[in-house]
């Protein structure tokens, strides 16, 4: 099956290179594409001197945005399945076929890989494992769908969900929406356990306080969500 690695990349100079040097070493028969969000630093010169393939965004669209992107080229090319990896390093390629194999084989629409469900590894802070559970809770409670790390980004796709991602997918710290608007959807949704580590460089965009605004707006989001395809399918 045609695989796509999709690794969306703003300001990461300081990881993109053993990013893609680690993947191509675990997972060399598949794809890759960097989509470079109009980074600020060095990312787009390195892409392009390493001869990496990658997309350049015209504009600044966010992680949903450079994501999306992916998924859009993913389906353009007759991609089978699309596996999301970030370029800060957190997320190992070794696991990737691990991540993929539930997909490939039928059995969920999208695997997630989970770094709760053995705990090894970098668990994060305090604080946003905190914040993972109470949404990992308001996502079970709207949809009935048990996903404990539903912040990762580390997910694959089959060609329907990459489809519908393609032409619908939130632009602000996507991935619990991604996980919901699935669920709600029909599409089945499970976990894989991996071993994710610390950034390897460079910094991360969401600070404590952005973290307090990324949980509200989540929050709410996923409510108004399944409010609004409550009302949808009540009107057909």
């Known amino acids: ?16 290179e053993q990013v893609i040097t680690r993947l191509r070493a675990a997972y060399p028969e598949g794809d890759y594409l960097v989509v470079n969000d109009c980074s600020t630093d060095a990312s787009a010169r390195i ?16 992680i949903g945005g450079g994501v999306q992107s992916g998924y859009l080229y993913a389906m353009e090319n007759g991609y089978d399945i699309t596996v999301q990896m970030d370029g800060d390093g957190q997320h190992d390629p ?29 668990q994060t802070s305090a604080l ?3 914040g993972i559970r109470i949404l990992s809770g308001l996502i079970r409670l709207l949809t009935g769908a048990k ?4 912040t990762s980004g580390f997910r694959a796709c089959n060609r329907k969900l990459t489809a519908f991602y393609a032409g619908n997918y939130a632009h602000d710290y996507p991935e619990p929406e991604a996980i919901i608007s699935a669920v709600l959807r029909g599409f089945t949704v499970g976990e894989v356990p991996v071993v994710m580590h610390e950034r390897q460089g460079g ?14 707006k989540v929050c709410i989001s996923l409510v108004v969500y399944r409010i609004i395809l409550s009302r949808k399918k009540g009107d057909t």
């Open 94 to 122: 070794a696991y990737l076929r691990a991540v993929a194999a539930p997909v490939a084989e039928g059995k969920l629409d999208m695997c997630v890989g989970s770094r709760f469900i053995t705990k090894k590894g970098f």
């Open 128 to 130: 946003r494992r905190f």
């Open 147 to 150: 996903v404990k790390d539903v």
């Open 203 to 216: 910094e991360s965009s969401i600070s404590p306080l952005k973290s307090a605004y990324y949980m509200v």
């Open 1 to 16: 099956m045609k695989v796509l690695v999709i690794i969306p990349c703003y300001n990461e100079e300081a990881n993109i």
């Open 47 to 62: 892409l392009a001197e390493k001869g990496y393939n990658h997309l350049n965004l015209p504009v600044n669209l966010g």
